[in-house]
């Protein structure tokens, strides 16, 4: 199958500080990539919704200013977590759709943030 | 709202066994289920997906699950589990046309050897 590779895997990070992670498919173009956010033992959750060359939807209770994405080319997009909390620590998850709808999603290994 | 809700969290059971995890939907539409797995330290992958056809989907190893329209439900089964079939399997559903998946607690499955 396709992949998609995040980084970084983990990261700890000062109180106020940015994060950025990154969210590439390796092998196909992907016009949609797609952000979640999974809080232990529970599902994840859709943060937003990237298209290339486009501003990303944000879901309902997102704060877009405080979770930046970027979709600036067909393989990668960016999560940029801004002046971070402690309340932000969580496991970031990206995916990316191929163009053809397949209705497959491919899934990123995930990116753990701890905010000290 | 949409919503996925899968009722066992964590299931044990001993090689051999049967496995059948719950999976129910809240949306009154045309949907999509998938079933993912995620083995330990490794990446969601697509375990089985329907879209239209056969309520009956096969997936990879040997894993299949049931869409029952009536009763809102995907549950996945396989006859016989295998140690390494250790994992947290999540359900999702997204609508129809649509991209924007909607993904169930998880259920963590752990096959005694």
């Known amino acids: 199958g396709a992949v998609v590779s995040q980084h970084p895997s983990w990261v700890i990070c000062k109180s106020g500080t940015s994060v950025k992670i990154e969210c590439r498919s390796l092998d196909f173009q992907a016009t949609t990539m797609f952000w979640y956010r999974q809080f232990p033992k529970q599902s994840l959750m859709l943060m937003a919704t990237s298209n290339e060359g486009s501003k990303a939807t944000y879901e309902q209770g997102v704060e877009k200013d405080k979770f930046l994405i970027n979709h600036a080319s067909l393989t990668l997009s960016t999560l940029t977590v801004t002046s971070a909390h402690p309340e932000d620590s969580s496991f970031y998850i990206c995916s990316a759709r191929p163009g053809p709808d397949t209705g497959e999603l491919f899934f990123g290994e995930g990116s753990r943030l701890t905010v000290l | 709202a949409q919503s996925v809700s899968q009722h066992n969290h964590h299931v044990i059971l001993s090689e051999a066994a049967s496995l059948e995890l719950g999976c129910n939907y809240s949306?009154?539409?045309?949907?999509?289920l998938f079933w993912y797995v995620q083995y330990p330290g490794q990446h969601l992958q697509l375990l089985l997906k329907?879209?239209?056809?056969?309520?009956l989907v096969k997936g990879i190893k040997g894993f299949e699950a049931e869409f029952i329209k009536s009763k809102f439900s995907f549950n996945l089964r396989k006859p016989s589990v295998q140690w390494s079939d250790t994992a947290e399997y999540f359900c999702a559903v997204k609508n129809s046309g649509t991209y924007k998946y909607i993904f169930g607690t998880g259920t963590r499955l752990k096959v005694l050897a």
């Open positions: 949306y009154g539409g045309t949907v999509n």
């Open positions: 329907y879209f239209s056809g056969d309520p």
